[in-house]
């Protein structure tokens, strides 16, 4: 090319450049507005032990904002006239790490006498009733519960290989027939119905005066029976039983996706019909894929369900409640100790709900 071309071209570059659209002449880097303390959105949460500093910093880290805390521990260990300094105690731990308690998960004071009908269960449930006082005095609002008798969420198979080796959990209901009843034999779904319905009358009326919800999550695997053990909680009709049983605004559920799309159930549609009443107050982040016969664990950017729509779906039924990403694969290098819940797989899930939440305009605190 010429020296006299090389300048022609250069010139009518610069003459194209200046006669670009006012629009795209001033276009700028676009640039995120800094999140506001105050405005309202999902709650960002994660399921915290009393033991688990390393990951209550890395956490923090992150930007989790709302602590789920398991206290039953702590509790079981005082005098209920001890629940509320305690309780006030784990709640000032967390404040410093920067997170607000949003409620606590797994039953706050034992209760498997009373989800079994044995005796001592009015004991449990005095115990139970003084822990939901000292909870709406401290001012944690939510209780995620549940009523599995016996065998608490139950995998046949906690370190199968996924992705790139990871470690994921598996529920396979043939394994779990080999292996026979448990201990406490044959139990009955009628007889869990019941124990249940002697609870939820004593304790609602109690958790609707301290102004904590009671947020029930169901049987996992939604399956009956399991190992002999009656499980009730398998379908969306259980749980209409259930808010039919003792109609209160504190009466309510923790929404596990993948249970409830395990039960066969439109979890899209349940989302609608719960949150318009009102009804989710907890949210289990998370899927699977199979049947709940037979199951797999996934990545929560690999799963069968669009877990980015599931989000705008919450966020169009007005869902504000907490939300945690639950049961992330085990990565290399980590413990396996508590499967689905390490630490390096939430991190994950974690920036993956940010940056859905985020491409899709919903807001989260």
Not at 98 to 114: D, Q, R
Not at 156 to 174: H, Q, W, Y
Not at 205 to 218: I, S, T
Not at 312 to 326: A, L, N, T, V
Request: glycine share 10%; with cysteine; net charge neutral.
């Amino acid at each position: 090319m010429s020296r006299r071309k090389c300048i022609q071209g250069m010139l009518a570059g610069s003459i194209a450049a200046t006669s670009l659209p006012a629009a795209q002449a001033h276009l700028t880097t676009p640039r995120r507005e800094g999140l506001n303390p105050n405005r309202r959105g999902i709650q960002l949460a994660e399921l915290f032990a009393l033991d688990e500093d390393h990951k209550i910093r890395v956490a923090s880290q992150i930007g989790i904002t709302h602590a789920i805390v398991g206290v039953l521990p702590a509790l079981r260990s005082v005098p209920r006239e001890r629940y509320g300094e305690t309780l006030q105690k784990i709640k000032a731990a967390f404040q410093a790490a920067g997170m607000v308690i949003a409620g606590v998960e797994s039953h706050p004071v034992p209760a498997e006498k009373l989800k079994r009908g044995l005796p001592g269960r009015d004991e449990e449930l005095e115990n139970y009733t003084a822990a939901l006082q000292a909870l709406g005095q401290v001012g944690i609002p939510m209780v995620c519960y549940n009523w599995m008798a016996g065998i608490g969420w139950y995998r046949t198979k906690v370190d199968v290989p996924g992705r790139g080796g990871a470690l994921i959990s598996e529920f396979d209901n043939e394994v779990a027939k080999r292996q026979g009843l448990t201990e406490w034999g044959e139990v009955s779904e009628e007889k869990i119905w019941s124990n249940l319905e002697y609870f939820l009358k004593a304790i609602i009326p109690v958790a609707e005066q301290a102004g904590v919800k009671m947020a029930l999550h169901p049987d996992d695997p939604p399956l009956s029976p399991l190992r002999g053990i009656g499980r009730i909680l398998t379908s969306a009709d259980s749980f209409r039983r259930i808010l039919d049983m003792v109609p209160s605004p504190v009466n309510g559920i923790t929404f596990c996706q993948a249970n409830f799309k395990l039960m066969g159930e439109d979890i899209a549609a349940l989302v609608r019909e719960w949150c318009a009443q009102k009804k989710i107050f907890f949210v289990h982040w998370r899927d699977v894929e199979g049947t709940r016969e037979h199951f797999r664990e996934t990545f929560h950017d690999n799963c069968p369900v669009d877990l980015a729509q599931m989000l705008r779906i919450y966020h169009e039924c007005g869902f504000e409640g907490p939300m945690r990403p639950d049961h992330a694969p085990t990565l290399d290098g980590e413990s396996n100790d508590r499967p689905g819940y390490a630490i390096g797989g939430k991190v994950f899930a974690v920036g993956y709900m940010k940056g859905a939440m985020d491409a899709l305009g919903i807001p989260y605190t």
